[in-house]
């Protein structure tokens, strides 16, 4: 399964780590460049530096590809509009 997730903090990469474990395709979406370098080149998982809420990064990331995608960004409306962009690419919203 591919799964984009939104941001890059803590949990962001606690989770991308523990998907790759399990087998999955992971790409990471943030706007910091450090913790962009860290996820590529500490856990392994793909990273796109930029907003998670920009059609143009979202795009270059995959989501037309995505199996789902996670908002583990650190603003509530930043989550929203994520999940919010990602049903007008076919992703269904399923709440965890």
């Keep these: 399964m ?9 949990m962001g990469l606690d989770l ?3 998907l790759l474990k399990l087998g999955h395709t992971v790409a990471i979406v943030d706007t910091d460049p450090l ?20 059609t143009t990064v979202l795009i270059e990331a995959g989501i037309k590809q995505a199996n789902a995608v ?8 930043l989550n929203l509009a994520l999940i919010t ?3 007008s690419y076919s992703l269904p919203a399923r709440r965890v």
Excluded: H, N, P
Aim: positive net charge; contains cysteine.
């Design 35 to 54: 913790a962009c370098r860290f996820a590529r080149e500490k856990i392994g998982v793909m990273a796109f530096e930029g907003s998670a809420v920009s």
């Design 2 to 10: 591919y799964v984009l997730i939104g941001g890059a903090g803590m």
């Design 16 to 18: 991308a780590q523990q």
């Design 70 to 77: 996670v908002t583990t960004l650190r603003d509530d409306a």
């Design 85 to 87: 962009l990602s049903r």
